[in-house]
């Protein structure tokens, strides 16, 4: 009995170390977010010899799955669980209460959702020119009529939670200020 509660304690102990090499294996090559998905779909479809609309349904399906698992790898860090849970609370809780939405995130680029794009202009005046003093922000791109706006971010050095706190503290200056 004793034996297998050790056996139990090091196996858990090996699963810790391998999830955190591979935590911080992708986050010193993020690109392999990008190109995994991809050699999955061609796997797949090559082996149920899948063609035309039926592959690039398991294609989309295989990306959205491995997109998932990798935001859930980059959010959860073995060593550091608490800040972690903090991290997804203050997502969830300004998910719901922010007017703001994430349409679509890769390392280095975001695209928001923000209702109020399309209906004021000065307000949009006034994301453009904050976002373009940020010292991360590379580039902005703001449609009015999508009511979206495309950020170009340094990723290096900043993480989730901070980009979506520097963005949500920019909007809310915004919303705010007359430049």
Not at 142 to 149: K, L, P, T
């Amino acid at each position: 009995m004793i034996n297998s509660v050790s056996s139990s304690i090091t196996d858990n102990k090996k699963i810790e170390e391998t999830e955190e090499k591979i935590i911080q294996f992708l986050r010193d090559h993020p690109e392999v977010e990008i190109i995994i998905p991809v050699i999955i779909g061609l796997i797949i479809t090559s082996r149920f010899q899948l063609r035309g609309s039926n592959a690039l349904i398991v294609n989309l399906a295989v990306a959205s799955i491995a997109r998932q698992i990798f935001m859930n790898l980059n959010k959860v860090s073995p060593t550091d669980a608490t800040a972690a849970s903090t991290a997804a609370n203050l997502m969830a809780e300004s998910e719901t209460n922010s007017p703001y939405k994430i349409v679509h995130k890769i390392p280095g680029r975001i695209r928001l959702k923000v209702p109020q794009l399309s209906k004021d202009v000065e307000f949009a005046s006034n994301v453009q020119t904050l976002l373009n003093e940020d010292d991360h922000v590379i580039n902005v791109r703001i449609n009015g009529a999508a009511a979206s706006v495309v950020i170009y971010y340094d990723a290096q050095g900043l993480s989730d939670l901070e980009l979506g706190l520097r963005l949500l503290s920019i909007m809310n200056k915004a919303q705010g200020s007359e430049l």
